[in-house]
């Protein structure tokens, strides 16, 4: 009951019928501001439901795509490159028995991926048109559209990542349940790739600069720690060492053979063993693969001399650091080519859709995956009338490397100063482009975890660079018009 003025009570208004018409209106009115972007979004999902139908099933590489799903049926942890992080997830859609599953799962994380990045740009301020400019690289790229169709970790690295710089983003101080968040996400993003395990000492300078407080420190710390000790442990039982992974050594060692000299190294009789011999491929992490690389003449096979391949490769680097730093220059420069470069030549880079068909090769691991994970599994082939519609979809070189050089060149002018919201999507773009090339070697597949960080930063750092410009032109007008 209600009273009115005058003391007479009053029944309260019967609710309006809702109908189609009114349905329609609240949608309308819910949407705002967000009506471009839901035109983008909803273009994007197109495209990629076009990629679905335009290619009769998930893209599966050899020997990357069948290792993840035989880790993720036989639920252990690979002795090689690969953490069970990714294979967790493959594991949870192994009762439908089918990689397309796995590819739609991961374009709607392509879709979220666009998503969380416009939900921290608008929620920082930036108007409608200026977030939705900032998600167009990730939606449109064939290179992301491309990875979210094939069984491999990257599409689940990049949506973690950006998942957990959208929780400490949120909010101008993240609160210490904010920042547990982000660090569990950021350990699973490390269990998916160990590329992304330093981003939790990079995050935890951050909150250290930003004198964030004790209680949100040990938050991350214990959130993000925990999970890694935990899976290192696992390992451990597995392996007989305390690791992550049985492949950090060996990736190393492939990254100094493009410029080792023993002469200047003296490594120890032990280690010589793994000096340059006089096989050379075009790329670093094409060692790695060599038959007649001095590694993979040892007996026992590669993995098994990761130990020895790390302090090799340590000396190496501590003999020649400017050989070393050159070398990782060099490589990034390939990042910002006009042309997008064929790095190793095998490779060639994927910004289009292929049209034709792929076979698998002859090897029992994927006889024995097609068993027990899907019966289906074969080479892909592009279908008609779709293929040739995305064939024709194209996206020029300059959209890539030069767009990606001038997104980090805006959000290094944004991350200028310690309380600048781009700077820390601006570090992790710059360590997620740095870190493989330092570990292994340059791959334009191993770029894309870096862009939507750096069209986070870009995004902030013109709307902040905005602000700023606005404010000094209202200073110098109140100036002139004197006291």
Do not use: K
Not at 438 to 446: K, N, P, S, T, V
Request: glycine letters at 8%; charged letters at 15%; hydrophobic letters at 50%.
């Amino acid at each position: 009951m209600l009273t009115s003025p005058g003391g007479t009570r009053t029944l309260p208004a019967p609710p309006e019928r809702s109908g189609p018409r009114d349905r329609l209106r609240a949608i309308r009115d819910a949407l705002g501001g967000h009506r471009l972007f839901t035109v983008v979004i909803i273009l994007a999902a197109g495209l990629r439901g076009l990629v679905m139908l335009g290619y009769d099933t998930a893209q599966l590489y050899w020997y990357d795509s069948f290792t993840y799903l035989n880790t993720a049926v036989h639920l252990e942890p690979s002795g090689a490159f690969h953490p069970a992080g990714y294979p967790f997830l493959l594991r949870l859609l192994l009762p439908f028995h089918s990689v397309e599953l796995v590819a739609g799962v991961q374009h709607a994380m392509g879709l979220g991926t666009g998503l969380m990045i416009y939900l921290v740009l608008r929620r920082h301020s930036l108007p409608g048109w200026g977030a939705t400019l900032a998600t167009l690289p990730v939606l449109f790229n064939p290179a992301f559209l491309r990875l979210e169709h094939a069984v491999l970790s990257d599409t689940q690295l990049i949506f973690l990542i950006t998942a957990a710089l959208t929780v400490l983003m949120w909010r101008a101080r993240p609160s210490a349940r904010a920042v547990a968040v982000a660090g569990l996400l950021l350990a699973l993003a490390g269990l998916t790739r160990t590329v992304a395990v330093p981003l939790l000492g990079l995050v935890l300078l951050h909150l250290l600069l930003r004198r964030a407080g004790r209680r949100r420190v040990v938050a991350l710390a214990v959130a993000g720690l925990l999970p890694l000790a935990a899976y290192a442990g696992w390992y451990q039982q597995h392996h007989g060492r305390f690791a992550l992974s049985g492949s950090d050594g060996v990736a190393l060692w492939a990254r100094t053979m493009t410029f080792a000299d023993c002469s200047v190294i003296r490594p120890p009789a032990r280690e010589a063993v793994l000096c340059p011999n006089g096989t050379v491929v075009d790329a670093a992490s094409e060692y790695v693969w060599a038959a007649g690389a001095s590694l993979n003449r040892l007996p026992g096979g590669r993995f098994a001399h990761n130990d020895l391949a790390r302090s090799f490769a340590l000396r190496a680097i501590a003999a020649q650091p400017l050989d070393y730093l050159r070398e990782v220059a060099r490589d990034a420069s390939l990042t910002f080519a006009p042309t997008p470069v064929r790095h190793p030549l095998r490779v060639s880079p994927a910004l289009t859709f292929p049209v034709g068909s792929w076979p698998l090769p002859a090897f029992p691991l994927i006889d024995q995956v097609r068993r027990e994970y899907d019966g289906d599994i074969r080479g892909m082939s592009s279908v008609e009338p779709y293929g040739s519609l995305l064939g024709a979809y194209s996206y020029p070189g300059v959209l890539h490397g030069p767009l990606i050089g001038a997104l980090l060149l805006l959000g290094a002018l944004g991350a200028a100063g310690r309380r600048r919201p781009a700077l820390l999507p601006w570090a992790a773009a710059v360590f997620l482009l740095l870190a493989p090339i330092a570990a292994l070697d340059f791959d334009h597949r191993y770029v894309l975890p870096s862009i939507p960080m750096a069209c986070l930063a870009a995004a902030l750092a013109v709307a902040g660079l905005s602000r700023r410009a606005r404010a000094c032109a209202a200073a110098g007008r109140r100036d002139r018009r004197g006291p």
